[in-house]
């Protein structure tokens, strides 16, 4: 393994650090109480990753079995007991615990502990994942053919 060619080709480096506030608001709320944190999106990241810090509430909630096709996905607890499916059996994870699942690798999540649970996501590279954390609240809403094409744009296939 060696470096990657570089992405930036000046000599003096340049001043463009981001920085977000611990206590920065979560960008989306979803009607069950869970809060998404966008920390880095792919374009604040010039598509290299996104990592977003989700939050859930003591209710049962998270994906089933799932992949993608174009994007890696990397799981970080930071509270609680979150349940991470592995592609063979649901991993009881708690804080410090990571899982990183490859592009097409099948995983899922939840919260079934009854206590609030928190935990990193990060994607590589960045794609719009704002756009699905978003549509999913209106994804009830949708007939079968646009949730479908919903999960489709989005690189979600379902098991």
């Given at each position: 393994?060696?470096?990657?060619?570089?992405?930036?080709?000046g000599?003096?480096?340049?001043?463009?650090?981001?920085?977000?506030?611990?206590?920065?608001?979560?960008?989306?709320?979803?009607?069950?109480?869970?809060?998404?944190?966008?920390?880095?999106?792919?374009?604040?990241?010039?598509?290299?990753?996104?990592?977003?810090?989700?939050?859930?509430?003591?209710?049962?909630?998270?994906?089933?079995?799932?992949?993608?096709?174009?994007?890696?996905?990397?799981?970080?607890?930071?509270?609680?007991?979150?349940?991470?499916?592995?592609?063979?059996?649901?991993?009881?994870?708690?804080?410090?615990?990571?899982?990183?699942?490859?592009?097409?690798?099948?995983?899922?999540?939840?919260?079934?502990?009854?206590?609030?649970?928190?935990?990193?996501?990060?994607?590589?590279?960045?794609a719009?994942?704002e756009?699905?954390?978003?549509?999913?609240?209106?994804?009830?809403?949708?007939?079968?053919?646009?949730?479908?094409?919903?999960?489709?744009?989005?690189?979600?296939?379902?098991?």
């Amino acid at each position: 393994m060696t470096y990657p060619d570089p992405i930036y080709h000046g000599d003096q480096g340049e001043k463009s650090a981001l920085h977000r506030p611990a206590g920065h608001a979560p960008e989306l709320v979803y009607p069950n109480g869970n809060e998404v944190h966008y920390i880095a999106t792919g374009a604040s990241t010039r598509g290299l990753f996104g990592l977003y810090r989700w939050v859930m509430g003591p209710t049962p909630s998270g994906p089933g079995p799932h992949f993608h096709k174009t994007i890696t996905e990397s799981f970080y607890v930071l509270r609680g007991t979150i349940r991470i499916f592995n592609g063979d059996e649901w991993l009881e994870t708690e804080p410090g615990d990571w899982v990183h699942v490859p592009a097409g690798g099948i995983h899922g999540f939840r919260n079934e502990s009854g206590e609030p649970a928190e935990m990193l996501l990060h994607f590589s590279p960045g794609a719009p994942r704002e756009g699905y954390f978003e549509g999913l609240v209106e994804s009830g809403d949708m007939t079968d053919e646009e949730r479908a094409a919903f999960y489709l744009r989005h690189d979600n296939y379902w098991l």
